[in-house]
């Protein structure tokens, strides 16, 4: 009975709206009531008499500037408001609805109603009551009205009056940041992570801190990723939320064992606040146990229509046989690689799902986007697995997996650590070959080098060890660096805290400088490290004269950030260059003792 009053309600409420838009005058509406209202209530006419003064003295009328005129409730002994012209307590005083009617209903139906320059001056009234605003973005939202929603729910968070928020606008609150990250309006988002986060109320405080986390760590930023995970404890101590949150940090730190201590202590923490429902407790208790492959669960599951293909391409690259010999020839100090008759066959039987070409003018990348068919490529891919003895395919399947799962750590294992073994076994049979170099130019060689660049990348955060491995096999094959492998692994040896490693790499490698000032700071930051203070300053004056803005940079706490170029360059020597260094490292000078401080007074 109750969802049928108060599908009735709405409907009467909806019907009242357009008649009182008419020309907006009370006595015109009763005469609508009088004439219609008793069909929304199955010819129960008292129902809708009663309603109409309610309904009409809640209506935001344009007339006056988007003002209510509301009706006082007239004495018992006084004419009924509804103009029937009988008292007051022998008419609607009567009438008693089975719930009470919610002060916000008409605005939230003029917001669902309104468009263009008429829905713009309402917001910018500022009139609306906040759970009107609540619920008309929640509502546009759900419908598939993004800009409808988006410009509702700004009005909601405008932090003109942030007291006046409802506890329940959380939800809307990820909704517009969403909205804002899927319609590219980052500087909007990072605005209003900034204004909650200052003056915003402790429930969206903490929800803001966990986003700003997941931002980072999606940049690669896991110093200011930490930094904010320490906000959000502070914000919200016994967030479930915040057990998610750090072992994704510990696990983009490489810190498994961690990980699992850190999700057991929050189980066991949560557990005892006895505030968790059974799925949320089921999820830490795995998380304590596996967190690699709890998040790796859950990311396939999160997938919807990929989950399955992903999940049967992960069996795939578990049976994978050994990997085939391709035709590699020693030329002078030159190595190449050829592709065969078989290799190009079974790549045109690849390509002829997968549809997408890799874009050879850059080093990662394809012309256009391969997810949009991953389905397809995926179950086809799995029905022939033999097209994986071709490198154009595994090529093609590295990129693809890194440019989706590669800044997930926990994804490494199980779909990129199986196609670097396959590379493995051919840049053995390189080195067999002969003692040359496999440079990109020459033959089909990009092939190799590219895949080997994109498993690198994509195995960095979740298989560092591996990831090393393999950029190490490929400077012994590619001295030149053309790919800029070195950097990449020094970054990993110093992660190890494998210094004297780190220096012996340098001393071994000539970097052609297009990437120095990872260079120099790399040297540093070993040589502090190992105590040679002496050395370490010498090569800070380098880094000064190298670029100005590094080593502030460097050290500032909480500087603010650089927006990447329009078309992604950075060039040496400039801010972008040290903002660069600062995402990729500074967590490791912040875990060095004294190193920070010590910068400071180079400042």
Same mark, same amino acid.
């Given at each position: 009975?109750?969802? +049928?009053? +108060?599908?009735?309600?709405?409907?009467?409420? %909806?019907?009242?709206?357009?008649a009182?838009?008419?020309?907006?005058?009370?006595?015109?509406?009763?005469?609508?009531v009088?004439?219609?209202?008793?069909?929304?209530?199955?010819?129960?006419?008292?129902?809708?008499?009663?309603l109409?003064?309610?309904?009409?003295? *809640?209506?935001?009328?344009?007339?006056?500037?988007?003002?209510?005129?509301?009706?006082?409730?007239?004495?018992?002994?006084?004419?009924?408001?509804?103009?029937?012209?009988?008292?007051?307590?022998?008419?609607?005083?009567?009438?008693?609805?089975?719930?009470?009617?919610?002060?916000?209903?008409?605005?939230?139906?003029?917001?669902?109603?309104?468009?263009?320059?008429?829905?713009?001056?309402?917001?910018?009234?500022?009139?609306?009551?906040?759970?009107?605003?609540?619920?008309?973005?929640?509502?546009?939202?759900?419908?598939?009205?993004?800009?409808?929603?988006?410009?509702?729910?700004?009005?909601?968070?405008?932090? %003109?009056?942030?007291?006046?928020?409802?506890?329940?606008?959380?939800?809307?609150?990820?909704?517009?940041?969403?909205?804002?990250?899927?319609?590219?309006?980052?500087?909007?988002?990072?605005?209003?992570?900034?204004?909650?986060?200052?003056?915003?109320?402790m429930?969206?405080?903490?929800?803001?801190?966990?986003?700003?986390?997941?931002?980072?760590?999606?940049?690669?930023?896991?110093?200011?990723?930490?930094?904010?995970? +320490?906000?959000? *404890?502070?914000?919200?101590?016994?967030?479930?939320t915040?057990?998610?949150?750090? #072992?994704?940090?510990? &696990?983009h730190?490489?810190?498994?064992?961690? #990980?699992?201590?850190?999700?057991?202590?929050w189980?066991?923490?949560?557990?005892?606040?006895?505030?968790?429902?059974?799925?949320?407790?089921?999820?830490?208790?795995? &998380?304590?146990?596996?967190?690699?492959?709890?998040?790796?669960? *859950?990311?396939?599951? @999160?997938?919807?229509?990929?989950?399955?293909?992903?999940?049967?391409?992960?069996?795939?690259?578990?049976?994978?046989?050994?990997?085939?010999?391709?035709?590699?020839?020693a030329r002078?100090?030159r190595?190449?690689?050829?592709?065969?008759?078989?290799e190009?066959?079974?790549?045109?039987?690849w /390509?002829?799902?997968?549809?997408?070409?890799?874009?050879?003018?850059?080093?990662?990348?394809?012309?256009?986007?391969?997810?949009? $068919?991953?389905?397809?490529?995926?179950?086809?891919?799995?029905?022939?697995?033999?097209?994986?003895?071709?490198?154009?395919?595994?090529?093609?399947?590295?990129?693809?997996?890194?440019?989706?799962?590669?800044?997930?750590?926990?994804?490494?294992?199980?779909?990129?650590?199986?196609? @670097?073994?396959?590379l493995?076994?051919?840049?053995?049979?390189?080195?067999? @070959?002969?003692d040359?170099?496999?440079c990109?130019?020459?033959?089909?060689?990009?092939?190799?080098?590219?895949?080997?660049?994109?498993?690198?990348?994509?195995?960095?955060?979740?298989?560092?060890?591996?990831? =090393?491995?393999?950029?190490?096999?490929?400077?012994?094959?590619n001295?030149?660096?053309?790919?800029?492998?070195?950097?990449?692994?020094?970054?990993?040896?110093?992660?190890?805290d494998r $210094?004297?490693?780190a220096?012996?790499?340098?001393?071994? /490698?000539?970097?052609?400088?297009?990437?120095?000032? $990872?260079?120099?700071?790399?040297?540093?930051?070993?040589?502090? =490290?190992?105590e040679?203070?002496?050395?370490?300053?010498?090569?800070?004056?380098?880094?000064?004269?190298? $670029?100005? /803005?590094?080593?502030?940079?460097?050290?500032?706490?909480?500087p603010?950030?650089?927006?990447?170029?329009?078309?992604?360059?950075?060039?040496?020597?400039?801010?972008?260059?040290?903002?660069?260094?600062?995402?990729?490292?500074r967590?490791?000078?912040?875990?060095?003792?004294?190193?920070?401080?010590?910068?400071?007074?180079?400042?």
């Amino acid at each position: 009975m109750l969802a +049928v009053w +108060v599908e009735q309600l709405l409907g009467f409420a %909806s019907g009242a709206l357009s008649a009182i838009r008419q020309n907006e005058h009370y006595p015109d509406f009763m005469t609508w009531v009088r004439a219609h209202g008793g069909d929304y209530f199955g010819g129960d006419a008292t129902q809708a008499q009663a309603l109409a003064p309610i309904v009409w003295s *809640q209506t935001p009328l344009e007339r006056l500037d988007f003002s209510s005129q509301p009706l006082a409730t007239p004495g018992r002994n006084e004419p009924c408001w509804c103009d029937s012209g009988r008292k007051f307590k022998h008419c609607c005083s009567q009438v008693e609805f089975p719930t009470d009617i919610p002060p916000q209903m008409m605005w939230m139906l003029s917001l669902r109603e309104w468009k263009g320059a008429t829905l713009k001056a309402a917001l910018a009234s500022g009139k609306a009551p906040a759970q009107s605003l609540l619920e008309a973005g929640l509502i546009a939202a759900e419908s598939g009205q993004s800009g409808r929603a988006m410009q509702i729910l700004e009005s909601l968070f405008d932090g %003109s009056d942030w007291a006046r928020l409802p506890e329940q606008t959380e939800p809307a609150f990820e909704i517009l940041l969403d909205l804002y990250q899927e319609r590219g309006f980052n500087r909007k988002r990072a605005d209003l992570l900034d204004e909650v986060l200052e003056r915003g109320p402790m429930f969206l405080r903490g929800v803001a801190l966990e986003r700003l986390c997941l931002t980072y760590l999606d940049g690669d930023d896991l110093d200011s990723a930490r930094a904010a995970f +320490v906000r959000a *404890q502070q914000a919200l101590p016994d967030s479930p939320t915040l057990a998610y949150i750090e #072992a994704m940090l510990l &696990l983009h730190e490489g810190h498994e064992e961690e #990980a699992k201590a850190r999700a057991d202590f929050w189980y066991r923490r949560l557990v005892r606040k006895g505030e968790l429902d059974e799925d949320q407790l089921d999820f830490l208790a795995a &998380l304590a146990e596996n967190p690699g492959a709890t998040l790796a669960d *859950q990311l396939l599951s @999160a997938e919807d229509d990929l989950a399955t293909p992903l999940v049967a391409l992960q069996s795939l690259l578990a049976a994978l046989t050994t990997a085939p010999k391709l035709d590699i020839r020693a030329r002078g100090e030159r190595l190449d690689y050829h592709v065969s008759a078989r290799e190009a066959t079974l790549f045109a039987a690849w /390509h002829a799902e997968f549809q997408v070409m890799v874009d050879t003018d850059i080093a990662l990348g394809f012309v256009d986007d391969p997810w949009d $068919n991953a389905v397809g490529w995926m179950s086809t891919l799995c029905a022939h697995p033999e097209w994986l003895d071709s490198p154009q395919v595994v090529q093609d399947l590295a990129l693809a997996l890194t440019s989706r799962f590669g800044s997930l750590p926990w994804m490494a294992p199980s779909l990129l650590e199986p196609l @670097a073994l396959r590379l493995d076994r051919w840049l053995d049979q390189a080195r067999a @070959a002969g003692d040359g170099n496999l440079c990109w130019d020459d033959a089909d060689n990009a092939i190799l080098l590219r895949t080997g660049l994109a498993l690198v990348v994509g195995m960095e955060r979740g298989a560092r060890q591996h990831s =090393r491995q393999l950029a190490e096999k490929m400077l012994l094959v590619n001295r030149e660096d053309s790919l800029g492998l070195l950097e990449l692994v020094l970054d990993q040896l110093l992660r190890d805290d494998r $210094n004297a490693d780190a220096l012996k790499l340098l001393e071994e /490698h000539r970097d052609d400088g297009s990437m120095a000032l $990872n260079i120099l700071f790399g040297r540093a930051l070993a040589h502090f =490290r190992l105590e040679h203070y002496q050395e370490a300053a010498s090569i800070l004056e380098d880094i000064q004269r190298y $670029n100005r /803005h590094a080593i502030e940079l460097l050290g500032a706490d909480n500087p603010r950030p650089m927006k990447p170029s329009w078309d992604g360059n950075i060039d040496p020597g400039t801010r972008g260059e040290a903002w660069q260094y600062r995402t990729l490292m500074r967590d490791q000078w912040r875990a060095t003792p004294g190193a920070l401080a010590w910068l400071s007074s180079y400042r």
